[in-house]
């Protein structure tokens, strides 16, 4: 045995090297997935705070305590000191030992608090990695010293040499390995190999620096280990060892958290959902950690009242939907009154995969299903909104395609994957090859700046990637091919740009065919298939049409195409003399239509007749003050056995659709009708809870005097509709102008007080007469004693589009075409 004062030789057991690599192995795997699921609330480089602070520790203390100060006495243990005598091996003491665990904690705090700060500049970005990597790679060399320092029974030499080594392993190593993962994590989110493989590398520098700095280190014997001081050197172990199998515990049960979650989200994949797709600047969009779209379950399916009904864009509830969308400040007053009428608090719609069930729609308190489903849309979007932290005004538009979601079975996946190899990115091709899903998907969408890209990150549990890089985790979150999903995904993007842009200028040439449906189920009408709001088109002035080219236009008013560019081009020798500005405006029409002919059938082309009329309309969805684009139309009631080639850019879609998107432009009047309709709808629905048993004239009171303590909207006088409930005493459910005083001081206020009971807020003037259990539209004239005056409602129809016109035009060449 060796004497006190000797130098005692040193070797290293290869098992215990090994279960040191392990132990690192596993603070490191927890550190990266604390790091990868952890909030990034910081958002001003100005501001100097942490995320979370309790995430912060969280992160510091799994690598600090679990990957380094474990993987340090482990790794320790595995150093034989001369023949191995117990007497002679290391022992510590115990308040450097516990010194060596707060001090890798807290320099890791700094580091990961440095990576979260967000700077302005790509450089400053970096360097704050770089001070990342530096701090925990300091960290890891303090805590292998501080600890070595304890060592109670020996005196320790290090040579030089292997000391700087070790230090430039630690920081080079933690810095290569945090600045990839934190590089990656903004580009990546679920690839779990990649963040298996910075565990691993991190673990190996941890472990590389332990044993390069103990790798011919010279120990010095101090005095022997006493019996106590040998049962002590256990504990570290034991310690050490706990932790690791709490750290592997710990793992496991994450990941078998994230495949139970994957789980849901397959389940939630056959149901109907409302998914985000928020786009940054640069075009990356918005996914949770789990590498999926935020989303919330709306209902298990959309209960249909036929079987020859589908929940499609043709359908009167995703129409309502779709303009409301556009205008969220209809209903934004009235999405925690829907949250009690569904008896929802908001925590069950906030979390996936839970939602109430049709079952428990109550007949008595909506008129029909789509009440019901309108309320779940509205309640699961602003779950949505609270969750990113933001309002729902600014959540965003509905895409205006319903995504098929579940169409993965086991037996046709191979097949529906060779027929998607052959549709590229043509997200109609990808659509009918999935068009027998379980579930589906609506989407709102919204392209954000760079101030609005930081508020929707503190939600925490979210992060932008782009689409490619996530593309497999949403495909598989949804159950649709991946191919569908990237061309999806493509039409969302170039459906919100184009949203967002600037509206067409000038006069432009359309082209308006309408196709029957088969079993009389309305009509669809043929857009471009990049920008569905739009026809096909081509431009034709850059300003408006000077009345004189307006008076040579409306001469080909009711002329085919053949017609029409035989007069354009003079053939038929009809004007013997026409002025240059006529003559212009003739090549430029004829080049108009030359155009357009490249765009569609030609059978639907040489049928086609010209409206000399002008129409107008709006497109921009964002400009105050849009200025309309003048159309001139060539239109047809085309033959709907007539195939598009897919190499055209035109599509069919329902008219129905495409005339309810034409209301939703900025400044639109049929934004006000919207908004008066959602109230008269569900104003008396959403008092009515707790009303049910009374009598119709005490319902009345209840209701109204439950809406008179409402918030009062400041608007003019509102229209009444018509309501299927005969226990109601009136229809009218929105705010008018009161009455004038009849200058009866006490009258007026005895008046003015029951006015206000009764009518819940309900100003009316005069003028007006309001309806009472009527089934007609228009105004009715009752005589109402208890008011002491008589008020009128009348029923406000939305504004008329230029669909409607065009739609007119067409209907009159069916006798034409059919001769």
Same mark, same amino acid.
């Given at each position: 045995m060796a004497q006190l004062g000797d130098i005692v030789p040193s070797h290293f057991n290869g098992a215990i090297v090994t279960a040191s690599y392990f132990a690192s192995l596993c603070g490191c795997l927890l550190t990266v997935e604390a790091l990868h699921r952890r909030g990034t609330g910081v958002h001003n480089w100005r501001s100097w705070q942490v995320a979370?602070?309790?995430?912060?520790? %969280?992160?510091?203390?799994?690598?600090?305590? *679990?990957? &380094?100060?474990?993987?340090?006495?482990?790794?320790?243990?595995?150093? @034989?000191?001369?023949?191995g005598a117990a007497a002679v091996q290391l022992v510590y003491n115990p308040g450097y030992s516990t010194l060596s665990v707060f001090l890798p904690i807290i320099g890791l705090m700094i580091a990961f608090a440095a990576a979260e700060l967000q700077f302005p500049s790509p450089t400053l970005r970096w360097l704050a990695l770089t001070c990342t990597g530096v701090f925990a790679g300091l960290s890891v060399v303090g805590m292998h010293y501080i600890g070595n320092f304890g060592i109670s029974n020996y005196s320790l030499r290090y040579v030089p040499q292997y000391l700087a080594a070790s230090v430039? *392993?630690?920081?080079?190593?933690?810095?290569?390995?945090?600045?990839?993962?934190?590089?990656?994590?903004?580009?990546? &989110?679920?690839?779990?190999?990649?963040?298996?493989?910075?565990?691993?590398?991190?673990?190996?520098?941890?472990?590389?620096?332990?044993?390069?700095?103990? !790798?011919?280190? *010279?120990y010095q014997l101090k005095h022997y280990n006493s019996d106590q001081a040998i049962k002590s050197r256990d504990v570290q172990v034991i310690i050490a060892g706990a932790?690791?199998?709490?750290?592997?515990? @710990?793992?496991? %049960?994450?990941?078998?958290?994230?495949?139970?979650?994957?789980? *849901?989200?397959?389940?939630?994949?056959?149901?109907?959902?409302?998914?985000?797709?928020?786009?940054?600047?640069?075009?990356?969009?918005? +996914? !949770?950690?789990?590498?999926?779209?935020?989303?919330?379950? @709306?209902?298990?399916?959309?209960?249909?009242?036929?079987?020859?009904?589908?929940?499609?864009?043709?359908?009167?509830?995703?129409?309502?939907?779709?303009? +409301?969308?556009h205008n969220w400040s209809a209903v934004a007053d009235l999405i925690p009154k829907m949250k009690s009428h569904l008896g929802d608090d908001g925590a069950a719609s906030s979390r996936p995969g839970s939602s109430k069930s049709s079952s428990q729609y109550d007949p008595d308190t909506n008129s029909d299903y789509s009440i019901f489903f309108r309320e779940r849309f509205c309640t699961a979007t602003a779950s949505l909104a609270t969750w990113m932290h933001i309002t729902v005004e600014n959540i965003g538009i509905l895409y205006d395609r319903i995504i098929e979601t579940d169409t993965l079975q086991p037996e046709d996946r191979t097949i529906k994957r060779q027929t998607l190899q052959k549709s590229g990115d043509d997200p109609e091709k990808a659509e009918r090859s999935s068009i027998f899903g379980k579930g589906q998907l609506l989407l709102l969408t919204r392209q954000l700046d760079h101030a609005q890209t930081g508020k929707v990150l503190t939600a925490g549990d979210c992060r932008f990637a782009s689409v490619q890089q996530v593309a497999h985790s949403i495909a598989e979150s949804l159950q649709i091919p991946i191919v569908a999903l990237e061309a999806h995904m493509v039409g969302v993007e170039t459906y919100v740009k184009t949203a967002s842009s600037t509206e067409k200028a000038g006069t432009w040439l359309n082209f308006f065919a309408i196709i029957p449906k088969v079993n009389s189920k309305g009509f669809d009408i043929v857009v471009k298939k990049a920008e569905q709001g739009h026809l096909p088109d081509t431009p034709l002035l850059p300003t408006e049409p000077t009345p004189r080219q307006a008076q040579f236009l409306q001469r080909l008013d009711g002329l085919d195409t053949a017609e029409c560019m035989t007069f354009l081009a003079n053939r038929n020798r009809r004007d013997s003399f026409r002025s240059p500005e006529e003559h212009s405006i003739a090549m430029t029409m004829l080049r108009a239509m030359t155009e357009l002919d490249k765009q569609l059938p030609s059978a639907w082309f040489q049928s086609a007749r010209f409206v000399g009329k002008p129409v107008y309309a709006n497109y921009s969805q964002t400009a105050e003050s849009p200025c309309g684009t003048t159309m001139y139309s060539l239109v047809v009631c085309a033959d709907l056995h007539t195939s598009i080639e897919p190499s055209r850019d035109i599509v069919k879609v329902p008219m129905s659709f495409f005339s309810a998107r034409q209301q939703c432009y900025a400044g639109?009047?049929?934004?006000?009708?919207?908004?008066?309709? @959602?109230?008269?709808?569900?104003s008396p629905l959403l008092t009515r809870k707790g009303v049910k048993n009374l009598t119709s004239r005490e319902r009345m009171f209840t209701l109204h005097r439950s809406r008179a303590s409402s918030t009062r909207r400041p608007s003019a006088a509102h229209s009444g509709s018509e309501h299927s409930d005969p226990g109601y005493a009136s229809d009218t459910h929105e705010l008018v102008e009161k009455p004038r005083h009849t200058g009866n001081t006490a009258l007026d206020a005895t008046a003015g007080a029951e006015r206000d009971d009764i009518w819940g807020g309900i100003l009316v003037n005069s003028e007006t007469v309001i309806k009472s259990d009527s089934k007609q539209e228009g105004s009715t004239n009752i005589s109402t004693h208890d008011l002491g005056t008589k008020v009128a409602v009348g029923t406000s129809k939305p504004e008329a589009t230029f669909v409607d016109e065009l739609f007119a035009a067409a209907c009159q060449t069916v006798p034409s075409k059919s001769n």
């Open positions: 979370d602070p309790v995430e912060t520790l %969280c992160c510091a203390t799994a690598l600090g305590c *679990i990957g &380094i100060w474990c993987m340090h006495f482990i790794g320790n243990r595995a150093i @034989i000191l001369g023949d430039v *392993i630690a920081i080079g190593d933690c810095l290569a390995v945090l600045m990839l993962f934190f590089h990656w994590r903004d580009q990546w &989110i679920s690839d779990w190999w990649k963040r298996l493989l910075c565990a691993v590398a991190l673990a190996g520098g941890v472990s590389a620096m332990h044993f390069t700095a103990s !790798t011919n280190c *010279i932790l690791c199998g709490t750290a592997g515990c @710990i793992t496991l %049960c994450g990941m078998f958290l994230m495949r139970r979650r994957k789980g *849901i989200l397959k389940k939630s994949s056959q149901k109907v959902m409302l998914a985000c797709a928020m786009f940054h600047p640069d075009g990356r969009v918005l +996914v !949770t950690t789990a590498g999926a779209l935020p989303s919330r379950e @709306i209902t298990e399916k959309y209960n249909h009242r036929t079987f020859e009904e589908d929940f499609d864009t043709a359908h009167p509830v995703f129409q309502w939907i779709f303009r +409301v969308t639109s009047p049929n934004k006000q009708v919207l908004e008066r309709e @959602i109230h008269q709808e569900f």
